[in-house]
C-alpha cells in the first residue's frame, strides 16, 4: 500500500489556490484581450495592488527551417545583464529558444516596456505575468527577468507567471537553475488536453526535415496571424493529421526514455496544470510532465489540437467549479488507500478511463513522480545523518589546529601538517580530510544528479557547515599538495590543484543571505582564516620570490615584483581587518618567512635601485 501523505503536495496547492482566486479568469481575460486589440505588443490591468501584463499570442519569430528546430543560445547572450543572477544548472550552460529569446528582447529593449514595469514595481505588491501561446514564452522570460532583477536589487514585489499553451522555452539546465532558485513555484503552464504547441518542441532536431518544417509553417502561420486561428482552421485535415501524429510519435519516444530522449533539446519547468472538459491536474515533476504530455494525447484526436489551443476560455471557466465539486464517487477497489483514491481521480478529471493505453502509463507516472519526490527527501534525512557522523572527524581537525597553534615548534596548524613526520597523528588528520572530501564530493554528486531537492544547496545548516569545513580543511589539502611537489607538475594550487567541491562552496557562500551582523568590523583576530586559499597565495608569493633571483629578463622581473607586492598588500589588508586566524603568525611559519624572504629581496634592491630604475621607492616598505 503506497503512503498516506498526498503526491501532489505543492502542485495540488498551487492548483487548488489558482482555481480559489481570480487569477486564471483575470489573466485570461487579458490574454483575449491582448490577442485581438494589441497584436505583437502587450496589455496592462491592474486589480488593486495586483498588476496584469499580458503578452499577445500573435507575435513574429523566425521559422526557417534551422531555426524551426529551435535553436539554443545562452541565455545571457544579448541580454545586458537582465538574467545575471540565474546560476548555472548543474554546472551546464543555461540556453532557451533562441527567436523566443529574441521576441523577448523586443520588449526588453522597448522603453515603454520598461517604464510600464518600473511603475508596477513602484505602485503594486504584486504582477502577473501572462500569455497565450507564444505570448506565454514571452511572459515567462519577463517574470524571470524580473524575479533575477528582484534578487539584485532586492525589491518586494510579488512576481507570478501564468501561461496558456506556451511552447517548450529552454534546456534541462535552465529548467535545474529555475528549481535551484526556488522560482519554480513562480510558473504554472496551463495545457489544454490535446494541444499541439506545448508538446511540438520536445521533437528531436534530427526529425525536422522538409516536409515536417512545411507542417511547422503551416502550424507557425496559423498561430501568429493577425486574424489568429482563423487561417488554422483552414489547414487540410491530413495535413494536420500528419503533423500530430509526428508530433505524437516523438513525444511518446521521449516520454519512454526512448533513443531520441538526449536528442530533444527542451524541459519542462515550473508547473504544468493539464486540463479536460472533467478537470485538471497540476504536476511539478518534469519527468512526470513529460509523460503526461503523452499520455493525454491520443491517436484520432488530431482534429482536436488547434481547437484546444484557441479554447483555453472555457476550461478557465470551469476550473474553479471543477475542484468544489472533486470529491465525487472514486471506483471501491481504489477506497482501500488515499493514495491510490487521489490518484484515480486525478486521472478520473483527464478523462482517462482504465479502458485507454495510455491509463497504465499515466497512473505509473504519477506513482515514480511521488517516489522521486519522496526519495529525495528521504536522500535529505540521510545527508543530514551522514552530516552528524562526520562531526567527529572535523572535531579531531580542530584539536589538531589547537595543538599545533601551541606547540613548541611554533610553525603553526599548516605548517605544521606540510612538514610533519611519519606518526600517528599526521596519519590520522590526514585520513580525516580524505573522509571529509568523500563526503562532500557525494554530497555535491547527490545534488547535481537530481537526488537532492532542488533547493539544498541553499539550506543554511549546509551552507554553513560547507564553508567551515571550507576554512578548516583547505589549508591541510593546500599543505599536502605542496608536500607532495605536485606545484612542480602541475602548477600552483589555486589554479591548477584545487578541488571542484572548494569552488562550489564558494559559490554557495557568495549566494548566501548576509545579515547585518556580518557586516559589522571584528574586534579580534578569526578562529580560522576567512581565506581558505590563503597559503596558496603565500608560496606563490614565496616562489615569485626565488623566480625573481634567477630572472635575468627585466620585463618578467617587473611582473613578479607587482605579483609580490599585491600579495603584500591583500595580506596586510585581511590581517587589518583580523580576518586571519593565529597561525598565521607563528614565528616559524610560511607567511613569517614570506615577510623574512621579501624584506631581504626590498633591502637589496633598494642597494641596486640605480640598476633598476622601474623599482620606485612606494614600493619599499
Known sequence: MGHETSQFESSETLATFLASTPLLEESWRLCSHANSAAPRSFAVSRAGEVAYVAFSGVQMVGISPEESRGNLVDIQSGCAGAFDAIPRGGGETVMVHSGLLQLFLCFYNSQIFQQKILEIVNECRSVVFTGHSLGGAIASLSALWLLSDIQTNSSSITVFCITYGSPMLGNEPFSQAILQERWAGNFCHVVARHDLLPRLLLTPSHLFDSQFHALFQLWHLSMTSP??????????????????????????????GGEDRETSMFWPFGSYMFCTDKGTICLDNAVAIVKFLYSMMT?????????????????????CWQYLLKTGSVDSCFSESSNDAGITLALQSLELTTQEPSYGDAKDCLLKARQLGCKRNLNNAKMAVNLAKITPLRAQIEWYKAFCDDSDEKLGYYDSFKLRSVSKRGSKVNMNRIRLGWFWDELIDMLQTNKLTHDFHKLPKYVNAAQFYKLLVEPLEIAEYYRNGEHK?????????????????????RDRKVGDEENNPRSKFASLTQDSCFWARVEEARDCIYEFRGE????????????????????????????VSADVFAENSS????????????????LLQPHFPGFQDGMVQ
Request: hydrophobic residues 30%; contains cysteine; charged residues 35%.
Open 227 to 256: 486574424y489568429f486561428g482563423q487561417i488554422s482552421l483552414q489547414i487540410p485535415d491530413e495535413k494536420n493529421n500528419e503533423l500530430f501524429d509526428k508530433v505524437l510519435a516523438c513525444v511518446a519516444c521521449r516520454s519512454q
Open 299 to 319: 491517436k484520432g484526436s488530431a482534429t482536436s489540437c488547434i481547437e484546444d489551443h484557441l479554447e483555453y476560455g472555457k476550461y478557465v471557466e470551469k476550473a
Open 489 to 509: 607538475k602541475k602548477g600552483h594550487y589555486i589554479e591548477h590543484g584545487r578541488e571542484r567541491r572548494f569552488k562550489i562552496f564558494d559559490k554557495w557562500w
Open 552 to 579: 635575468t629578463e627585466k620585463g618578467n622581473r617587473t611582473l613578479l615584483l607587482e605579483k609580490i607586492e599585491m600579495f603584500e598588500q591583500y595580506a596586510s589588508s585581511l590581517i587589518n581587518q583580523k580576518e
Open 591 to 606: 607567511y613569517n618567512l614570506f615577510r623574512e624572504e621579501w624584506k631581504e629581496l626590498k633591502s637589496q634592491l633598494q
